[in-house]
C-alpha cells in the first residue's frame, strides 16, 4: 500500500495530506503554525504517521507555501513548489474545467485565473491584511464570538450595513462607529463581508476576467458569510471544496505523484519528527545585494541555506556535501 504526503507551511496554518496512489485522500491535518513551522512540521508528522495503517509506505513528498524550503529539506521533499501552481493542481482535480480560483489564507489572498486547464494569469496580496483569516479572527475576538460563528451570524443579516474595506484599520474603526450606532451584529458581520469581497476584487481581482466555475478556497472559505457575499458581487455560485482548507498540501501531494511515479524517493521517514532541526540566518556582506541567507541545522550541522542571489553559500554547501 502506497502514499503521497504534501505539506503545506504557511505564516498561519501547517496542513498535511496523504494521498492513496489513485489520488483520493487518506488523511488529511490542519495544525496552527504559531510561528514554530519546524516544530509544527514535526508534530504534523507525528500525527500523519499515528493516524496511517502501519503496511502505508510513502513513496513521494511535496512541499509548498512560504515555508516550503524549510519543510522541503527536513523531510527530504521529491518536489518544491509554489502556492499558486499547488492550488491550481488541486482547484483543477476537484473541480475539472474550474476557471477562477479564489484564495484566502491566513495573511495572504490570492487569484489564479485558468484557461483550458493552464495558469494564464494570478495576483497576490501580501501587503494589506483586510479580508485575510487573521483579520476576521481579529474581529470575531473583539466582538467576543467565536470565529467559527462568524459566517452563520453574516447570513442572518436582513440589511448589511456599509463598511469601509479598503483598509484593515479603517474597517475596524468603521465597524466601531456602525456598533456604537446601534446597528446588529449580524447586519455589521454581513456589511464587514461585503466590503472586504469589494476590496479583494478591486485590488487583487482588478483587470481579470472571472470566468464560471469559481472555486473558492483557503481558511476564509470556510465563513459563509464570506462565500454568500462573493456570489452576491459576482452574480453566480461559488463553489467551496470539501477540502478547502488543504488545497495547497493536496496539490503538492498530487505533483509528488507525478514527480515519482513510484521511483526512488527522497523522503526520510517519519522518525525525522524526533530529529533536532533548528533555523538560523545572516546577512552576507560580499556584495552591495546583502542578501539574508537561511540555514538550516540539523543536530548542530548545517544541512541546508537558501537566500543567496549568487550560490556563495548553497552553492558551498553542495560541494562539501559531494566531497564527503
Not at 450595513?161 to 447586519?187: L, T, W
Request: charged share 20%; glycine share 12%.
Amino acid at each position: 500500500m502506497y502514499g503521497y504526503l504534501g505539506i503545506d507551511v504557511g505564516s498561519v496554518s501547517t496542513n498535511m495530506v496523504l494521498t492513496g496512489e489513485d489520488g483520493t485522500i487518506k488523511h488529511s491535518i490542519y495544525l496552527r503554525t504559531q510561528g514554530k513551522p519546524i516544530e509544527m512540521v514535526q508534530q504534523g508528522l507525528k500525527h500523519m504517521q499515528a493516524a496511517l495503517p502501519g503496511k502505508l509506505k510513502v513513496i513521494g513528498v511535496g512541499t509548498t507555501g512560504s515555508g516550503r524550503h524549510l519543510a522541503g529539506v527536513i523531510t527530504g521533499a521529491d518536489i518544491i513548489k509554489n502556492e499558486i501552481t499547488t492550488h491550481a493542481i488541486a482547484a483543477s482535480n476537484v473541480m475539472p474545467g474550474v476557471q477562477t480560483i479564489l484564495e484566502i489564507g491566513g495573511q495572504d489572498s490570492k487569484i489564479i485565473i485558468l484557461r483550458n486547464g493552464v495558469v494564464s494569469d494570478f495576483a497576490m496580496n501580501t501587503v494589506c491584511a483586510a479580508g485575510t483569516g487573521s483579520f476576521l479572527d481579529q474581529q470575531a475576538a473583539r466582538l467576543n464570538i467565536k470565529i467559527e460563528e462568524f459566517g452563520p451570524l453574516a447570513l442572518q443579516a436582513t440589511v448589511p450595513v456599509r463598511i469601509a474595506g479598503r483598509c484593515a484599520v479603517f474597517a475596524e474603526s468603521d465597524m466601531i462607529h456602525k456598533q456604537q450606532m446601534g446597528y446588529n451584529i449580524p447586519d455589521i458581520l454581513a456589511g464587514l463581508c461585503e466590503a472586504l469581497v469589494r476590496n479583494y476584487l478591486n485590488n487583487v481581482g482588478k483587470g481579470k476576467e472571472i470566468l464560471q466555475p469559481v472555486v473558492f478556497q483557503g481558511g476564509v472559505a470556510a465563513n459563509a458569510g464570506m462565500k454568500a457575499a462573493f456570489e452576491k458581487a459576482l452574480g453566480h455560485p461559488v463553489h467551496v471544496p470539501s477540502h478547502y482548507d488543504v488545497m495547497g498540501a493536496l496539490g503538492a501531494a498530487m505533483l509528488a505523484r507525478e514527480a515519482t511515479n513510484r521511483k526512488s524517493t527522497g523522503f526520510r521517514g517519519f522518525e525525522v519528527a524526533d530529529r533536532d532541526f533548528k533555523a538560523g540566518g545572516f546577512a552576507c556582506d560580499g556584495c552591495p545585494n546583502v542578501c539574508e541567507v537561511v540555514e538550516i541545522m540539523e543536530s548542530g550541522q548545517v544541512i541546508a541555506r537558501w537566500g543567496d542571489r549568487c550560490g556563495r553559500w548553497s552553492n558551498a554547501l553542495t560541494q562539501q556535501a559531494r566531497i564527503s
